[in-house]
């Protein structure tokens, strides 16, 4: 069983910046990729950037491209997402999941990601 625990979140103003830490655990062997998800109240959870774990490759939701960067250590099982220029729409619960389908990259499709971290709050506000 993989376990992934997110870690870094924390209260930031407008125009600041926050790095999430996404720990990687147990039987770690089969994961493929790893991506970033955040949900605010009321709304459903968005993915927003993914990141393949043996190409690096990165995908990024319009939403974030060009602000946050998804990177890995693969050999201390982490994955990172620096957020710069944070909103206050990006205030949400973040969390972490890995998908274990053999692909090219990786994908922003919600349904192919399981093994949840407990998540982490992000909130941005002055």
């Known amino acids: 069983q993989l376990q992934l625990v997110e870690s870094g979140g924390g209260l930031v103003q407008p125009g600041g910046s926050l790095r999430l830490s996404c720990a990687i655990s147990g039987f770690t062997r089969d994961y493929r990729a790893i991506a970033w998800f955040r949900q605010a109240p009321g709304q459903e959870r968005e993915a927003i950037a993914c990141?393949?774990?043996?190409?690096?490759?990165?995908n990024y939701a319009d939403s974030v491209k060009r602000r946050f960067t998804i990177s890995r250590d693969n050999a201390k099982n982490m994955v990172f997402l620096q957020m710069n220029r944070l909103k206050p729409e990006d205030t949400a619960i973040y969390y972490c999941a890995a998908d274990f389908r053999a692909r090219l990259g990786c994908t922003l499709l919600r349904d192919e990601y399981e093994n949840w971290g407990q998540g982490t709050q992000v909130t941005v506000s002055s």
């Open positions: 990141i393949g774990r043996y190409d690096g490759m990165p």
